[in-house]
């Protein structure tokens, strides 16, 4: 049987996807890559420790502009009467251990227009699953986004596209086997269940030209990316 495990000395550093505008951002509890045309990430990635869950509940701030973003991120009142969430891609629910943490995830590099009932329906549905998987396999890695292209409705003065998809992948990288899943959903609300979602994430890679977990080594990279198995992942 071929090994499918990646020590922990591999992972001294965070896998980053490839940046397909140069534009990558670097905040204290998630990494963004901007794109100026879309007026948002093209992928948001972050590590889901088991100890950051918490039930912490704190008062929802403002968004506020990304000063690190060097052409300046979206202007949130794009979204203001426009139909549309401001859905977080590193949600804040994921950084509730501090409040720094979950003020940080108020930023409009961090979002992209959603559907309301997708937003609190299937996306939310899948975020919640992720931090189920981060408390049973102690910890996972994510990216987030939307699939970017040109010809897409747009809101605002800025035209701040709506993508037609978002995707998510995840890679467990405790496991005794390493192993990851991606997700493509439709930007609509559905009754449908996750697993009719998951893809290779070969075919996300297709769809938005990033390289995901580029620094795996070579033949678990291959083996997994091409993988649309549900194998392993509790659903």
Request: net charge negative; aromatic share 14%; hydrophobic share 35%.
């Amino acid at each position: 049987m071929e090994n499918n495990t990646i020590g922990d000395d591999e992972f001294g550093f965070f896998y980053l996807p490839t940046s397909t505008t140069g534009a990558i951002v670097t905040h204290q509890n998630y990494f963004l890559s901007y794109s100026e045309t879309h007026e948002q990430p093209e992928w948001v990635a972050y590590e889901l420790k088991k100890e950051h869950l918490s039930k912490n509940d704190y008062k929802r701030p403002f968004f506020e502009m990304d000063a690190k973003v060097r052409s300046s991120s979206a202007d949130w009142r794009n979204y203001k009467k426009s139909g549309f969430d401001k859905g977080h891609l590193c949600p804040a629910g994921d950084r509730r251990f501090t409040y720094k943490a979950f003020k940080e995830t108020f930023l409009t590099s961090n979002i992209a227009p959603q559907d309301h009932d997708f937003n609190a329906g299937i996306w939310n549905r899948l975020e919640q699953k992720v931090r189920y998987w981060a408390k049973k396999y102690d910890g996972v890695y994510v990216v987030t986004g939307g699939v970017l292209s040109k010809d897409l409705k747009t809101i605002g003065y800025e035209a701040v596209t709506v993508p037609d998809y978002f995707y998510k992948i995840i890679l467990d990288k405790e496991a005794k086997n390493t192993k990851m899943i991606a997700f493509l959903i439709p930007h609509k609300d559905t009754n449908k269940s996750l697993q009719s979602f998951v893809v290779t994430t070969d075919e996300i890679e297709a769809l938005t030209g990033i390289d995901f977990f580029s620094k795996l080594p070579d033949n678990i990279e291959e083996k997994l990316e091409k993988s649309s198995s549900i194998d392993g992942w509790k659903f």
